[in-house]
């Protein structure tokens, strides 16, 4: 398995632009996960999705827009980048057992993002 | 808001000694995780322990829980250079008992072992 793999690792866009960044996993996971890390913040959450054609916001999810239409994908689209969004993203995969279960998270590698 | 207070936030400690980091948060929880970061990779799970635990261990590492103080320990005994890493603990609020996935982290503690 591949586990969690990203596109591209590394991007630089000018402010305004926009991109899609990508997630895949090969591993059945129900639920995906977008965050962003930014030095001395820990790890953010922006969206999650629980299952194709489900998805949600998280802790900071301006600017930002997700879909879920398979179970393996998980992209992040930027509408229209700005300086705020630099940042390093990371997609994360867990699984679900049922109810009263617990699951960890499965991370991909990354996506180093510098908005000009 | 950080769900997640650690400390320190920085740790500097010699090969063979123990390392312990501190994880406090705000509001019950469902789980807590602790994670390793190394540096420019992704994150890798390391343990969770579930909020009716109180301590459990993996190999080298010892998490405590203590749910009436809202606070949880990592402690890796004896030390290796290779655990040069940024450890993070993560909270799992859930929602009536199941695990989303849906994750709160604090924001970290750096650890180097020197050789």
């Known amino acids: 398995n591949a586990g969690v793999t990203q596109t591209p690792k590394f991007q630089v866009l000018k402010t305004g632009q926009s991109m899609t960044l990508q997630c895949a996993q090969d591993?059945?996971?129900?639920?995906m996960s977008w965050y962003r890390q930014d030095p001395g913040m820990g790890l953010r959450l922006i969206h999650y999705s629980v299952g194709a054609g489900i998805t949600d916001q998280g802790e900071v999810p301006n600017g930002y827009n997700v879909s879920r239409s398979t179970t393996e994908d998980f992209p992040l689209r930027l509408l229209s980048a700005a300086p705020s969004q630099t940042s390093v993203y990371f997609c994360a995969s867990s699984y679900h057992r049922g109810l009263g279960s617990y699951n960890e998270q499965f991370f991909g590698p990354g996506t180093r993002l510098t908005v000009l | 808001s950080q769900q997640g207070e650690e400390d320190p936030q920085a740790l500097s400690i010699q090969e063979g000694e123990n390392a312990t980091m501190n994880c406090s948060y705000k509001?019950?929880?469902?789980?807590l995780q602790w994670y390793r970061q190394n540096s420019g990779r992704g994150l890798v799970h390391l343990i969770l322990i579930r909020s009716n635990e109180r301590e459990k261990h993996s190999g080298r590492l010892r998490v405590t829980l203590d749910t009436s103080k809202k606070s949880s320990s990592l402690l890796i005994t004896a030390s290796r250079a290779a655990d040069t890493a940024s450890y993070f603990c993560?909270?799992?609020?859930?929602?009536?008992?199941?695990?989303?996935?849906?994750?709160?982290f604090g924001q970290g503690t750096i650890l180097t072992v020197h050789p």
């Open positions: 591993m059945n996971h129900e639920y």
């Open positions: 509001t019950s929880i469902n789980n």
């Open positions: 993560a909270t799992d609020l859930g929602a009536g008992g199941t695990s989303y996935g849906k994750l709160t």
